[in-house]
């Protein structure tokens, strides 16, 4: 029953992102930010895709990038996705169309907060053999639409918390363990911070450390 509760009652979606590499150089998206602000968000309409934007270039130290090859600029881009379209090739079709969408249309406003002008294609990283000109540059960056059931990003809706499966032994199975952010953790939301509270319970349970977690669920 408790099992069947929580699927009946803490819902989940379908998320999408995109990452851009810009190379060295070239202008760094505006998205309407104050300087010296390195992650921020952005939303232009209810209703348009990929509206949650991060400046993430801190982390280009820790990709692997040599010489002349190495960007200046990466920004990730997240929403909520719809169930629709149902096939996985279909819905990263679509993941491939909001990125167009946010470079030339709705969200090129916000690009252009920091440039003046269209977005320059060529401003994209793009080190393939005969790498091509234009909107084509788009292929070389990375999109994903999270669509299988173990991908969902698990929601803090309205009256779900109590209805979430605690990490100890107490799910009416003997020996099983939960760990992760979709478990009643404390926290209870979609958050690496919530990840690893709702792991440390679990391994708690196992093995009885760390006695003391601030903020968890006992």
């Not at 209810?46 to 509206?51: A, H, R, T, V, Y």
């Given at each position: ?38 992650i921020t968000g952005f939303w232009y ?97 990375y999109w994903r639409a999270n669509t ?17 499966l605690l990490p100890h032994d107490r ?48």
């Amino acid at each position: 029953m408790q099992w069947q509760r929580a699927t009946e009652h803490v819902a989940t979606t379908r998320t999408q992102s995109l990452q851009v590499w810009l190379r060295s150089g070239a202008p760094i998206p505006g998205h309407g930010r104050d300087a010296g602000q390195p992650i921020t968000g952005f939303w232009y309409d209810d209703e348009s895709p990929l509206n949650v934007w991060a400046d993430m270039s801190h982390l280009l130290r820790y990709e692997g990038w040599s010489g002349t090859q190495a960007p200046g600029h990466v920004s990730y881009y997240v929403s909520p996705m719809s169930d629709a379209p149902a096939r996985h090739t279909d819905a990263r079709a679509s993941v491939r169309r909001h990125a167009e969408r946010v470079l030339v249309g709705e969200g090129a406003k916000h690009l252009r907060a920091a440039h003046a002008g269209p977005f320059d294609w060529s401003h994209l990283v793009d080190h393939r053999p005969d790498a091509p000109q234009g909107m084509e540059r788009l292929d070389a960056q990375y999109w994903r639409a999270n669509t299988y059931p173990s991908e969902r990003y698990v929601l803090s809706v309205a009256g779900s918390t109590e209805h979430r499966l605690l990490p100890h032994d107490r799910n009416g199975y003997r020996n099983l363990y939960l760990a992760g952010d979709w478990t009643r953790n404390g926290m209870n939301c979609g958050a690496m911070e919530s990840a690893v509270m709702g792991g440390l319970l679990c391994a708690r349970a196992f093995d009885g450390f760390p006695r003391k977690i601030v903020g968890a669920s006992e």
